[in-house]
């Protein structure tokens, strides 16, 4: 069974830091990892990476995957109180390109 | 352009009633997807459709939960019979085929 495992599950952090997510997966026939932010219901897409694009920049936001060690890093630098939220990590299961199957999610707390 | 729209946005209803969810996705979009998401997870698939088909079911949990999309655009999940343990929030999701998935605001649904 496909699974994906995030930590840590949450994160308390001051306006200003660097934060660094983690995410590791057990997937058949990997397709590519996605991450979201997830602010009271609605995920919003941040990066998908695959093999042929395993690092991803957006502004204070970057993202990693390391396919060796079946895992992905989220990175986010000066962290602002608007980046608190739940980041979820998806990936492909099943050898499909559309099934995703999400982590539990870090939920990050930015205090100013 | 206006993203997926989700309808209601809560929804409270008794133990045994029927519910239906309803789903707008980004225009031009063919594929559509339902979550559901409980309290401290990730979401979990439900089903996915091309088109006006329902191309994998699989992840709806027992034979009270139905969708449909009988013009290849707005769905309806439908639960019959509903219990306590359906209160979770559902999402919606659509994309273009194997390409990134673009959620809705979900709806809340409380079984009393």
């Known amino acids: 069974e496909d699974k994906v495992v995030q930590s840590p599950l949450s994160l308390v952090v001051h306006e200003g830091d660097t934060v660094t997510l983690n995410c590791s997966y057990e997937?058949?026939?990997?397709?590519?990892l996605l991450w979201y932010k997830q602010e009271k219901k609605a995920p919003t897409f941040l990066f998908m990476l695959?093999?042929?694009?395993i690092e991803k920049k957006s502004g204070r936001l970057s993202s990693i995957l390391d396919k060796k060690e079946l895992s992905s890093i989220l990175n986010i630098t000066a962290t602002q109180t608007g980046d608190s939220a739940i980041y979820l990590c998806?990936?492909?299961?099943?050898?499909?390109?559309?099934?995703?199957?999400f982590g539990k999610g870090t939920l990050l707390t930015v205090n100013p | 352009g206006a993203g997926v729209s989700q309808t209601p946005s809560n929804k409270v209803t008794e133990k045994g009633k029927y519910v239906e969810l309803r789903c707008d996705p980004i225009?031009?979009?063919?594929?559509l997807y339902w979550y559901r998401q409980s309290l401290g997870q990730g979401p979990e698939f439900l089903i996915y459709?091309?088109?006006?088909?329902?191309?994998?079911d699989s992840g709806l949990p027992n034979d009270r939960f139905f969708a449909v999309r009988p013009e290849g655009s707005v769905s309806t999940l439908k639960i019959q019979r509903t219990e306590r343990g359906d209160s979770a929030v559902y999402l919606c999701?659509?994309?273009?085929?194997?390409?990134?998935?673009?959620f809705g605001p979900g709806t809340r649904l409380l079984v009393l």
């Open positions: 999701a659509s994309s273009r085929l194997g390409e990134t998935q673009y």
């Open positions: 997937v058949t026939n990997f397709r590519s």
């Open positions: 695959t093999s042929s694009g």
């Open positions: 998806a990936v492909f299961s099943g050898g499909s390109n559309y099934k995703l199957t």
């Open positions: 225009s031009g979009h063919t594929a």
């Open positions: 459709f091309q088109g006006t088909g329902a191309a994998d």
